[in-house]
């Protein structure tokens, strides 16, 4: 597989075709499927432990507009929905592990991504880009699942990057491959009140509060197809 890929990119990268440059004004729409891969990591009160955050494939649209020949801005639309769960957590306080992995429901993401891109001009149907930009997470529809009482999120603004290239399939059509990095962050709130035991009503304050400072660091690594309107 290694090989294959390093192979097309090769092709990609010396073909001889002219390709069609980007102009002032031009707008371009992709249509992606991305793979989100959370880089996470958390500092959890009270029962500490880490978290785990699952991988999913959605599909994302984008819109990129050209304000000069070879820079543009980018703003990507898609939502995610993951599985989420502590890990080594420690519940001996209210008779369970010292090293339990709490599920803690579902969670959906809206994260609107606007970034400046840069193009590289080199004059072929290969088109290579750098961007940066800025991105706001919207957490939504939490489902806390069937252990603890809820979990709540903090709506988050990150800092984003990415890296990919456009390749011309003929004037009007390409192919795109991209890769991003959220740096973001968000502070959760797990209301596990509902597992105090009765033996311990003392504890159910500090078990409806658990707070947790929750990096997630997504990487959206998506190929898709896009049209250019000029």
Excluded: C
């Excluded at 597989?1 to 390093?6: D, S, Y």
């Amino acid at each position: 597989m290694n090989k294959l890929l390093l192979s097309v990119f090769s092709i990609l990268m010396i073909t001889s075709l002219r390709g069609f440059g980007q102009q002032k004004n031009e707008w371009d729409v992709r249509v992606r499927g991305v793979y989100v891969a959370p880089q996470e990591s958390a500092a959890i009160g009270v029962i500490g432990g880490g978290i785990n955050i699952s991988k999913v494939v959605i599909p994302e649209i984008d819109f990129t507009y050209f304000f000069m020949k070879d820079f543009s801005a980018e703003l990507i639309l898609g939502t995610s929905r993951h599985k989420v769960n502590t890990t080594a957590s420690n519940l001996t306080a209210i008779g369970g592990s010292s090293s339990a992995d709490v599920t803690l429901g579902k969670v959906s993401l809206l994260p609107p991504t606007l970034t400046l891109q840069y193009h590289l001009p080199t004059g072929t149907a290969f088109k290579p880009y750098l961007g940066a930009g800025a991105n706001y997470t919207i957490f939504y529809n939490a489902n806390a699942g069937g252990v603890v009482k809820n979990v709540s999120y903090q709506n988050k603004f990150a800092f984003a990057t990415q890296a990919g290239f456009d390749y011309d399939l003929n004037k009007k059509f390409f192919l795109n491959i991209d890769v991003k990095k959220v740096f973001l962050s968000t502070n959760a709130t797990v209301d596990a009140s509902n597992l105090t035991p009765a033996s311990n009503p003392e504890l159910a304050p500090a078990l409806a509060g658990i707070k947790a400072d929750v990096k997630i660091n997504p990487w959206l690594i998506g190929i898709g197809f896009g049209a250019r309107f000029k």
